[in-house]
């Protein structure tokens, strides 16, 4: 199994940073595709990025391209998500997911195995 605990959320400007870290506990976290998911209330949790297990390519939703980057450091478990210049709209829960295998191709929540707890981003105007 893989337990995936996620740092790094909190309350931030409109226009500033964040970097959501996310470490998880299986020595094999090189066999796994990591994705970050969000959750803002009333609406179902939409794909933000995929990091393949393979290759280290990568995919990004549409809101998300040129503003987030997902990165992972197979040494230390942990995989990223470097927010840039955010917005109110972007205020939700975020998660991180690992899939076994799992590529550029594995959008779908339902897809992956393992997830963190949650962390929340705030961004005030």
């Known amino acids: 199994q893989a337990q995936l605990v996620e740092t790094g959320g909190g309350l931030v400007q409109a226009g500033g940073s964040l970097r959501l870290s996310c470490t998880a506990s299986?020595?094999?976290?090189?066999?796994?595709?990591m994705g970050w998911f969000r959750q803002a209330p009333g609406k179902e949790r939409a794909l933000i990025s995929v990091?393949?297990?393979?290759?280290?390519?990568?995919y990004y939703s549409d809101f998300a391209k040129g503003r987030f980057t997902i990165s992972r450091d197979n040494a230390k478990n942990t995989a990223y998500l470097q927010m840039n210049s955010l917005k109110p709209e972007d205020t939700a829960v975020y998660y991180c997911?690992?899939?076994?295998?799992?590529?550029?191709?594995?959008?779908?929540?339902?897809?992956?195995?393992?997830w963190g707890q949650g962390t929340q981003v705030t961004v005030s105007p």
């Open positions: 997911a690992s899939k076994l295998y799992g590529t550029t191709a594995s959008r779908e929540p339902r897809e992956y195995n393992f």
């Open positions: 299986t020595r094999l976290f090189r066999n796994y595709g």
């Open positions: 990091i393949s297990y393979s290759d280290d390519s990568t």
